[in-house]
């Protein structure tokens, strides 16, 4: 069986790479691990896969999708369509189906965005102010922190205080002005800030197709007790798979930028602590 599934991933190979050119990579033959870039809609997305052993007759490949404009729920709603197009053909090459899927998804999302531009531009036309122009502009101010590289891959964390969900969206808007930033394989993020008014955290996390990034970055923003801030980790993947250090540099580059900006502080320092946890 394992022959088989080998020579079924060879021919699959031989296919993906005569399909999209240039646009299919093998990211390392060893690991059984490619790509694809996909453009379309003025959007780019990357898929990478990497082809188990057992694949394509008893398990799906695994993969990571590196789209910076797609986000929460838009981005759950697409890894359910992959799912299900492996659920409806179990035992079939399926690579070529996702990155079609996902082209799709891209134009259908483009779509979208053209009309949402349209009438919020009608929008502002008709109810902007000067204070709305004001607040549009406030964007918290943004700390990067030292890079880590191992392996040919990099590691860049992004800090700024953040007071609400508005700031939260400025600050990645500001960040993906930035086309390093914005062409970074992931994008991994953790905020905690405490709303005017409330006495309960508000806090989030995403992955950004590196899966349970952003989950580790958020509990260790809750271990350390710092709230009122946010931390984004870019990654650039350099071709060699990390494995499990990739999570360990993840967190290096959280603590290392908090504590740069002042949000760690001697724990018998409480009263340190309590000023500078907000900054």
Same mark, same amino acid.
């Given at each position: 069986?394992?022959?088989?599934?080998?020579?079924?991933?060879?021919?699959?190979?031989?296919?993906?790479?005569?399909?999209?050119?240039?646009?299919f990579h093998?990211?390392?033959?060893?690991?059984?691990?490619?790509?694809?870039?996909?453009?379309?809609?003025?959007?780019?997305?990357?898929?990478?896969?990497?082809?188990?052993?057992?694949?394509?007759?008893?398990?799906?490949?695994?993969?990571?999708?590196?789209?910076?404009?797609?986000?929460?729920?838009?981005?759950?709603?697409?890894?359910?369509?992959?799912?299900?197009?492996?659920?409806?053909?179990?035992?079939?090459?399926?690579?070529?189906?996702?990155?079609?899927?996902?082209?799709?998804?891209?134009?259908?999302?483009?779509?979208?965005?053209?009309?949402?531009?349209?009438?919020?531009?009608?929008?502002?036309?008709?109810?902007?102010?000067?204070?709305?122009?004001?607040?549009?502009?406030?964007?918290?101010?943004?700390?990067?922190?030292e890079i880590?590289?191992?392996?040919?891959?990099?590691?860049?964390?992004?800090?700024?205080? +953040?007071?609400?969900q508005a700031?939260? /969206?400025?600050? %990645?808007?500001?960040?993906?002005?930035? #086309?390093?930033?914005? =062409? @970074? !394989?992931?994008?991994?993020?953790?905020?905690?800030?405490?709303?005017?008014?409330?006495?309960?955290?508000?806090?989030?996390?995403?992955?950004?197709?590196?899966?349970?990034?952003?989950?580790?970055?958020?509990?260790?923003?809750?271990?350390?007790?710092?709230?009122?801030?946010? +931390?984004?980790?870019?990654?650039?993947? /350099?071709?060699? %798979?990390?494995?499990?250090?990739?999570? #360990?540099?993840?967190? =290096? @580059? !959280?603590?290392?930028?908090?504590?740069?900006?002042?949000?760690?502080?001697?724990?018998?320092?409480?009263?340190?602590?309590?000023?500078?946890?907000?900054?």
């Amino acid at each position: 069986m394992a022959d088989e599934n080998l020579a079924r991933q060879n021919d699959e190979i031989e296919a993906l790479a005569s399909i999209y050119g240039t646009d299919f990579h093998t990211e390392s033959a060893e690991h059984r691990t490619y790509s694809v870039e996909i453009n379309e809609a003025q959007l780019s997305s990357l898929l990478q896969v990497t082809m188990p052993t057992d694949y394509p007759a008893e398990a799906p490949p695994t993969y990571s999708l590196s789209a910076p404009w797609l986000k929460g729920l838009r981005r759950q709603e697409l890894c359910g369509h992959l799912e299900n197009i492996y659920l409806e053909n179990t035992g079939e090459s399926i690579v070529y189906l996702w990155v079609e899927r996902i082209r799709q998804f891209m134009v259908e999302f483009g779509e979208e965005e053209e009309v949402q531009e349209s009438q919020a531009q009608e929008v502002i036309a008709i109810q902007d102010t000067p204070k709305e122009l004001a607040q549009e502009m406030d964007c918290p101010e943004i700390f990067s922190g030292e890079i880590i590289s191992d392996r040919k891959s990099v590691f860049q964390p992004h800090l700024a205080a +953040v007071h609400s969900q508005a700031q939260v /969206g400025q600050v %990645l808007k500001k960040l993906y002005e930035n #086309k390093k930033v914005a =062409n @970074a !394989t992931h994008n991994m993020y953790a905020y905690r800030f405490l709303p005017d008014g409330s006495t309960h955290i508000t806090q989030d996390c995403e992955d950004d197709g590196e899966d349970h990034a952003g989950g580790r970055m958020l509990h260790l923003l809750q271990i350390l007790d710092v709230s009122n801030v946010m +931390v984004v980790v870019s990654r650039w993947f /350099g071709g060699i %798979l990390l494995g499990p250090d990739r999570f #360990k540099h993840i967190n =290096n @580059a !959280t603590r290392q930028i908090l504590d740069s900006c002042g949000y760690i502080v001697p724990r018998q320092d409480s009263t340190s602590k309590k000023k500078k946890k907000g900054k």
